[in-house]
């Protein structure tokens, strides 16, 4: 994979108002935010929060896309990592925040940039190796967060992505805007599953990438998630990671009934879809017989706010007589 498989939180203190001529002890506490302290344990992280962070690092589209839908764009001096187009709502927002990197800044251009909270989509945004360790960063006084997928118990679901908006939202003193997307969320999703009601689940085999093996989604990560709130089966459900290598042996073995392709990087979906009609040990496969494909953007089937949406977009491709 070439990007991703490659929150993040920074803790200020609120300044002590000191009047000319008095010492800050005879001075009475600043009064702290709304809903400050805020205490957060992520991905085995706690953070307490005195006040919503204000020098922020995101590096990864969808986290990038979790502020701009937040309405944070202020607080953002920096993103890093775009896996494909932005949404067109966010666009002129995310256009006014500078990009430190086409892919993960290095340590120096990280710091250099002076955030207070670095907000990862992926592991990778986080490696040791390349000194953005969250340990080295919090050793800088920057705080941190780690998407959700990253770090979940069993199966990622849709109470993970509320999880993630609501804490997110929580963090930088915007708990309504957060609870009111989560509202918004659920009825979409409800909507959704009255389409589908006595609809038959599709068996889906999701082509990330790969050719010597099929790189593909688990049951594990969110994307399983939207292919089963869609009218689908996974039928990799049983791999136990959010994206792993399955053989094209077992592919076949599976009979997927539709193909759903990951949209992204420099292989366009039409490459990916001849690399897979054109394989002949694929060619008794149901979805290759029946050239059944179904296409969804990376920064869709990834956790994050595109969910909702994401899980329309897909049920309607499964399953095209609901259209209208």
């Known amino acids: 994979m070439s990007r991703r498989h490659a929150a993040l939180i920074a803790a200020t203190l609120l300044p002590l108002t000191a009047a000319c001529g008095t010492t800050a002890d005879s001075e009475p506490a600043a009064k702290a935010a709304p809903g400050f302290p805020y205490t957060v344990s992520n991905c085995g992280v706690e953070t307490t929060f005195q006040a919503p962070p204000k020098r922020v690092v995101t590096m990864n589209q969808h986290v990038t896309e979790v502020m701009l839908e937040l ?27 500078p990009v ?37 960063l919090k ?11 990253n770090c979940t118990k ?17 963090t930088f003193g915007v708990a309504a805007r957060a609870q009111q997307w989560v509202a918004r969320t659920r ?5 959704t599953a009255t389409r589908l009601k006595g609809v038959r689940a599709l068996s889906v085999f999701v082509y990330d990438s790969g050719d010597k093996t099929a790189f593909t989604a688990g049951g594990k990560g969110i994307g399983n ?13 049983d791999l136990d990671k959010s994206f792993g290598d399955a053989t094209w042996e077992q592919v076949v073995a599976r009979k ?9 990087g420099s292989t366009t979906v039409e490459q990916k879809k001849r690399r897979l009609l054109d394989d002949p040990a694929l060619k008794d496969v149901p979805a290759i017989k029946n050239k059944r494909f179904a296409v ?29």
């Open 71 to 97: 309405g944070l764009t202020d607080s953002l001096i920096g993103t890093a990592y775009l896996d494909d187009r932005v949404l067109p709502r966010y666009e002129k927002a995310y256009k006014s925040v």
């Open 100 to 136: 430190l990197a086409k892919e993960y800044p290095a340590k120096e251009k990280l710091l250099a940039a002076n955030p207070d909270f670095v907000y990862g989509g992926y592991d990778s945004a986080f490696a040791a190796k390349d000194g953005r360790g969250r340990d080295d």
């Open 139 to 149: 050793s800088a006084g920057i705080s941190t967060r780690l998407n959700l997928e």
């Open 154 to 170: 069993g199966r990622t679901s849709m109470d993970d992505v509320y999880q993630e908006v609501d804490e997110v939202g929580r």
């Open 187 to 191: 009825t979409t999703i409800a909507s």
């Open 225 to 237: 998630e939207l292919i089963s709130r869609a009218g689908g089966r996974n039928v990799f459900a």
């Open 256 to 264: 997927p009934e539709t193909i759903v392709i990951y949209d992204y």
């Open 296 to 324: 969804l953007p990376l920064s869709d089937a990834v956790l994050g706010v595109r969910a909702p949406d994401a899980i329309a977009k897909l049920a309607t491709q499964l399953h095209p007589e609901l259209k209208g």
